[in-house]
């Protein structure tokens, strides 16, 4: 037994740290901004605890190791059968309950946090089974700690404070203490208590209990351990008296001192946790009650969804992370240091926007700020991305936001993505002028770096690859739509039309960039569908249009090098969903006839069906971020990427939107609820059965199940969120969250006049030489008030006559008239006779209105 008061220093520090498992089966926080302390789950312990912002990592995990007092067995908590389940399906509290009856013991754990302080707390029971009592057992708990977010560099002690033995973890100014209301064991002889900390892999109490001459007990005990990577485990003295069921708390709480801390610990488990857990569910409670409940339709799920949304917005300064893990975390240590806990623009418009679907605006409204106040860059520093060698942040851009960034804004990797800089300004236009105007000014600053950069973009949605993707310029032109309309709305019809012209431009080209007519795969002898992206370079030649066009088009033999390991193709073999972005973002119709080619094969190449489940989507062809053919993780060579649920809830959306019917996407909700957890928590990516994949052959283990969680991120944030859309565009039978504003301007939509307007639909028999788009404008500002760059675009899909639906004043005479923009961007008006205009009356009492003329050039 090593001596009370014994230290160890880093020469003996063990195994490398690591984190915890991405596969989480709970996680939450309080509501209330007291507690900055955020908890995650793994088999029924608690594993990542985040403190005192979401991107800080301070626990990899908390768990209890139970033996026997003749020492034959000692089983380590996480390798055993558990459930877990909210109690309250509207409270983020949850009972954890793990067993093994051969063992013939039971452990069920209440956890949650105080709302008024940082700690977390797990409400114990012990029970013994079949017969035994708890004197027949030793009892354990065994923690592992990863100060600030470093698992490499910490030290444990043993603390007395406040009449309690706590152990204590630090690094720089992050300090945990653990407690228990029960007493620890103490040593036969000295009546010293059996904690102790150690080095993982060489010191800990996990080799003192199970490594190779260890007798199944507790044996060391050292009060110190100090710059490594450590491990503390404390004896939690069960009494002496023959029950079957002992109850006790254990707490872990922080601070920015060790006296903080422990102070923390000991009023924490000095108040009335019945107390606490009832403020904790009733903080939860109010805010599932406030959300919108789609008529009725809201499901358990997705008020799960909402709430696990709400769990990941620092309360700091509402950023919100991607997902609270690192994927592949039990191989990934410090020098994966971000993991999924930093924040996406992508990411965080995604389930910002699902949160406002579901009725919190106010979370969103802070995500806003956030994005414009904090994370948007205001300087101009490097040359390029990650050649920014003077950069204290690295490369940056006046307007530009980061590929993705800690909490508080400091950017971690250096890519641009050019989606990521539209979406900020789609949702601040959707939460409306009492959000956007006053950031304004901001706003303005990414719509002008985005004409100035696009359509061309460093890196496309999956961060691996640059060139013209769909998906990432249906963002773009539906941010630009967005920042028009909020600068017309500032009185800035200069900017408005810079962004109208270069939306449209890249809205009537983006087929012409990103959509192959001699493709590898075919259906019915069909070879033409959207590639993934065009990886040309941007021609940035003349000062009109023209300067956004790539060096290449889609038909072009150009070879893509897929970045995560998937080696290289000739861009027309790589085929993904995102072009069903430009139907999300109200860019195309869903019955455009690019679309429509694409999903035939899209569904040909990447669709799988997993029985019983449902239909799920690979990435793309030739997607290697998953785990390797053997089963093992991801290390960024040789891996398998799988199904992917959001796209299953994609395709939902699509099915809708072409419809018009909401029954339309339910299968595709209930196949996203069989790919969820037991508890809900819908993952990155689930195993698909053994298939090939265009010659990628992708194998299942033999230890996974089909449409299960693979080792990668559960839940991740995104797919939570279009739970929430894909339910609320169901019960609307519309996609909820298309901008109308986007899919009006492109007759994609019908948006219905509201009051005081009238719907006038525009049908014009014109023709036009390829390159050449037809516009209405006129005397109103719904036309534009005779500004070319702000007249309304008609849509050639019956082609020679060009179609669109306009709003506009009821009682009222309207003047209008038809031009035509040719590709070097100049206006061609048409010749009517005398020079004049055409003339309109809107009704008086609403309804629509429709026009059928005919021009000349």
Request: proline share 5%.
């Amino acid at each position: 037994m090593r001596a009370a008061g014994g230290g160890l220093s880093a020469a003996g520090a063990g195994a490398a740290s690591v984190w915890g498992p991405a596969e989480k089966s709970f996680l939450g926080t309080s509501t209330t901004s007291a507690s900055r302390v955020y908890f995650t789950g793994y088999r029924g312990i608690v594993s990542e605890v985040f403190y005192p912002v979401l991107d800080t990592v301070n626990t990899v995990d908390l768990q209890f190791m139970v033996g026997d007092t003749a020492k034959t067995f000692v089983d380590e908590e996480k390798q055993q059968s558990y459930t877990v389940t909210q109690p309250d399906k509207r409270s983020m509290r949850w009972q954890a309950v793990t067993s093994n009856v051969a063992h013939n013991w039971r452990i069920t754990k209440s956890i949650f946090t105080d709302p008024g302080r940082n700690a977390l707390i797990q409400r114990v029971q012990f029970d013994a089974l079949n017969g035994r009592n708890v004197t027949q057992f030793n009892l354990y708990l065994l923690h592992n700690p990863a100060m600030d977010n470093s698992g490499g560099s910490d030290t444990s002690k043993t603390v007395a404070a406040g009449g309690r033995t706590m152990l204590v973890a630090s690094e720089n100014s992050r300090f945990s203490a653990l407690a228990t209301s029960q007493p620890w064991k103490t040593q036969t002889s000295g009546g010293l208590p059996m904690v102790s900390s150690g080095f993982v892999g060489a010191t800990d109490g996990w080799t003192d209990l199970l490594g190779g001459s260890s007798d199944k007990t507790m044996s060391w005990r050292n009060d110190l351990a100090s710059g490594g990577n450590v491990a503390q485990m404390g004896w939690v003295d069960l009494g002496a008296s023959a029950v079957t069921s002992v109850s006790f708390d254990v707490v872990l709480a922080f601070g920015a001192t060790e006296a903080e801390a422990t102070t923390t610990a000991n009023a924490t488990l000095g108040s009335n946790l019945t107390t606490l857990r009832t403020t904790y569910d009733s903080g939860w409670n109010g805010y599932a009650s406030g959300l919108n409940s789609q008529g009725g339709t809201a499901d358990d799920q997705y008020y799960l969804a909402a709430m696990s949304l709400k769990t990941i917005q620092d309360k700091s300064n509402g950023a919100m992370i991607a997902g609270m893990g690192t994927p592949w975390g039990e191989t990934n240590g410090d020098a994966n240091n971000g993991g999924y806990h930093l924040v996406w623009p992508r990411d965080l418009f995604k389930f910002a926007s699902a949160l406002v679907t579901a009725g919190d605006t106010a979370t969103a409204t802070s995500v806003v700020n956030y994005l414009f106040n904090t994370l948007q860059q205001s300087s101009d520093c490097g040359d390029g991305e990650y050649n920014a060698p003077s950069c204290p942040q690295g490369y940056s851009r006046v307007g530009r936001f980061p590929q993705n960034a800690w909490v508080s804004g400091w950017q971690y990797w250096q890519g641009t993505q050019m989606d990521e800089q539209a979406m900020p300004i789609i949702l601040a236009w959707r939460l409306g002028p009492s959000v956007y105007n006053p950031l304004w000014p901001k706003i303005k600053l990414t719509a002008d770096y985005i004409v100035n950069t696009g359509p061309w973009t460093q890196q496309e949605r999956w961060e691996e690859n640059s060139g013209y993707s769909p998906s990432t310029i249906a963002a773009e032109i539906a941010g630009l739509v967005c920042a028009a309309a909020i600068a017309r709305d500032n009185g800035d019809t200069t900017s408005a039309a810079r962004y109208m012209a270069a939306a449209d431009f890249w809205q009537q080209n983006v087929d012409r960039w990103t959509f192959t007519t001699t493709g590898f795969h075919d259906v019915n002898g069909q070879h033409s569908y959207h590639v993934r992206i065009n990886p040309s370079l941007p021609g940035n030649t003349g000062t009109g249009p023209q300067r956004y066009n790539p060096v290449a088009g889609p038909d072009a033999a150009i070879p893509v090098t897929i970045g995560n390991g998937g080696g290289t193709h000739d861009q027309r073999y790589i085929v993904d969903g995102g072009f069903l972005e430009l139907v999300r973002m109200g860019v195309k119709r869903p019955d455009d006839a690019s679309i429509v080619a694409t999903m035939k094969i899209y569904d040909k190449v990447l669709k799988r069906n997993i029985p019983g489940k449902g239909d799920a989507w690979f990435r793309y062809n030739y997607d290697a971020y998953g785990e390797e053919n053997g089963g093992g993780n991801f290390d960024g060579d040789g891996g398998r990427g799988r199904l992917w649920p959001i796209f299953t809830a994609e395709r939902g959306m699509y099915e809708i939107a072409l419809s018009g019917l909401g029954s339309q996407g339910s299968t595709y909700l209930a196949a996203v609820k069989a790919f969820s957890t037991p508890q809900g928590f819908i993952p990155e990516q689930v195993w698909s059965e053994t298939t090939n994949v265009t010659g990628w052959i992708v194998e299942k283990p033999s230890n996974a199940t089909a449409g299960t969680p693979t080792r990668s991120m559960s839940p991740l944030n995104w797919a939570m969120g279009e739970y929430i859309s894909l339910l609320a565009s169901i019960r609307a039978g519309k996609v909820v969250d298309i901008p109308s504003v986007v899919c009006s301007r492109y007759n994609a939509c019908v948006v219905p006049p509201a009051s005081g307007q009238a719907s006038v639909v525009f049908n014009v028999t014109a023709s036009t030489v390829v390159g050449q788009h037809v516009y209405v404008t006129g005397n109103t500002p719904a036309l534009g008030s005779w500004n070319t760059a702000l007249a309304i675009p008609v849509d050639p899909r019956s082609y020679p006559v060009w179609t669109n639906r306009v709003n506009l004043p009821v009682s009222s005479v309207v003047q209008y008239k038809y031009f035509r923009t040719n590709f070097d961007g100049s206006v061609t008006w048409e010749n009517l006779p005398g020079g004049g205009n055409r003339t309109l009356n809107t009704p008086a009492s609403g309804g629509t209105l429709t026009r059928n003329d005919t021009v000349s050039w």
